[in-house]
């Protein structure tokens, strides 16, 4: 069992078995209000069109967010949680629905997917979640209703170092992983000792003092031989021997570096962790053969532990590009490892009744499945008929970026209206460009119209090349690895942004 899902780890989850997980770790997105718009000035220099909207990692209270914050309490008794615990619930509804919605949203998409966690749970197993103080203390209190307080293992800090200009308060320098057990006395852990190499010191020496609580003075003793002049009961209060010991037990405090940019591990998320993080986290509560679960694996650090760690892995991502990317880089380059034989990926359309079977399934998830394909980038709000599901970014070294719009449609309603609507979205929006992706092939009559429309909109030139502002695209185009001609396109590969070659550009035909 080594599976790479592509697609929500909600609906994923759902159908996996119970008591099928031996190990959880989550790195989920904080509520941090992070957006591509950022994430791409971090990598090209250039911040994204102000024009476009931007589509950033934000929670919104929309409605059918509210009406899942209403359910939670009954879906967390039928969870086996506490009824009076469920029904703090409520009340956090009535506290955040007004004064922080955003945060309210966070939640609620956390605790219904948290819940579908426990149960995939083996009784012997844990789950580690990975948070910063942004809504740490709110997670916390989650935790505590779903997996009981009873069953809080550690609040394990990680200490790292990483330096900021920060004139108003303290260095940030650590983030919060909370480890619970889904049955406390019952669950895996292996004692892992402190690497700490000052520690061997004592042990070389054969004797350490200290002082504890009520300022009673301590000699332990690691070897009588070596300890024979300090054997005074004058002098302490206290003699322990722990003759044999030679390793300190690790503490619930981790320094663990921080991955810098120069780092050989780096794949470009901003929010990458060391692998050596994950290491320590499957080594303490995983046996070999043991299945680990990741369910917002991003760049696959907890894949590639495990794969090291000699455990079976399930990685689930709702981005296209970062599957596609955790099987290219981390798993058949850096390991190996073949699609098939290895591993498998489940849930990206493969053939034209994949796509349908997609589209029927959620038309959101085949909108971005269709979108991220074709290196754009997804709007993050579910827009509806009308809007704009995305954007492809372009434009030359040192100018700013310009974009085409992406709408993407289905079923037998496709029609020369969505066409001048996506050309009217460009004008509203100063777009360069607009694509359309269609579910199904075109009869020959139907694209010939599309294609006449789409020349009366004119081209974009570069270096001679003339560049459609129009474009039509289907799913079998799609699915053959065929893209909009744009030029100077930016590489939705965050890591590695692809700015092929210099030059300018200008107009060759009004919108």
């Given amino acids: ?51 476009v909207e931007a589509f950033c990692d934000s929670w919104e209270m929309k409605p059918e967010c509210m009406a899942l914050a209403h359910r939670l309490p009954v879906m967390l008794r039928q969870a086996g949680v506490d009824e009076h615990a469920a029904e703090m619930w409520k009340a956090w509804v009535v506290g955040l629905a007004h004064t922080q919605p955003s945060l309210l949203a966070y939640l609620t998409y956390m605790t219904a997917r948290l819940i579908r966690m426990r149960r995939l749970l083996k009784p012997t197993g844990s789950l580690y979640y990975h948070c910063d103080p942004t809504a740490g203390h709110y997670i916390k209190v989650t935790l505590d209703i779903i997996f009981g307080y009873k069953n809080l293992l550690n609040e394990v800090i990680w200490s790292y170092d990483k330096w900021t200009n920060a004139a108003t308060h303290f260095q940030r320098n650590h983030d919060t992983i909370f480890a619970y057990a889904k049955i406390k006395g019952r669950h895996t852990f292996s004692k892992l000792h402190n690497p700490d190499a000052s ?82 986290i499957i080594e303490a509560s995983s046996n070999e053969g043991d299945v680990v679960l990741d369910p917002f694996c991003g760049c696959a650090t907890t894949i590639a532990a495990a794969h090291e760690l000699k455990r079976r892995w399930v990685g689930i991502d709702i981005a296209f590009h970062a599957v596609r990317r955790v099987a290219r880089t981390r798993l058949t380059d850096t390991y190996g490892l073949v699609e098939g034989k290895d591993f498998t990926i489940q849930g990206i359309p493969r053939t034209l009744e994949g796509a349908k079977d997609l589209w029927e399934r959620d038309a959101h998830q085949f909108a971005r499945w269709a979108i991220e394909s074709v290196e754009g980038f997804v709007s993050a709000k579910k827009s509806g008929d009308g809007g704009v599901d995305g954007c492809i970014y372009f434009g030359a070294p040192g100018a700013a970026l310009s ?8 079923g037998a309603s496709v029609g020369i209206g969505d066409l001048r609507d996506l050309h009217g979205a460009m004008h509203a929006r100063g777009a360069e460009m607009g694509g359309l992706i269609v579910r199904d092939d075109l009869p020959e009559r139907q694209m010939k119209n599309f294609q006449e429309y789409a020349a009366t909109a004119g081209c974009l030139e570069a270096e001679g090349v003339a560049y459609p502002r129009l474009q039509i695209m289907t799913t079998r185009e799609v699915l053959e690895e065929k893209r909009f001609a744009v030029p100077y396109h930016v590489s939705i590969d965050i890591a590695q942004p692809a700015l092929p070659h210099s030059g300018s550009w200008r107009q060759g035909g009004l919108l």
């Fill in 1 to 51: 069992m080594n599976i790479l899902h592509y697609g929500d780890c909600d609906e994923i989850m759902e159908s996996m078995d119970d008591e099928s997980v031996d190990l959880i770790y989550l790195d989920p997105p904080f509520n941090s209000d992070r957006s591509y718009n950022a994430i791409y000035k971090d990598n090209t220099g250039r911040p994204l069109p102000e024009q």
């Fill in 403 to 410: 974009t085409m719009l992406i709408q993407v449609k289905g």
């Fill in 199 to 280: 520690q061997k010191t004592k042990y070389v020496r054969g004797w350490d003092t200290n002082v504890v609580q009520g300022g009673i003075r301590q000699l332990i003793v690691y070897d009588r031989a070596k300890a024979k002049d300090k054997i005074d009961s004058e002098r302490y209060d206290r003699i322990v021997y722990r003759e044999g010991q030679t390793k300190v037990a690790l503490s619930d405090v981790w320094r663990i570096p921080f991955l810098n940019s120069q780092s050989k591990e780096r794949l470009g998320y901003p929010t990458q962790k060391p692998v050596a993080l994950l290491k320590r």
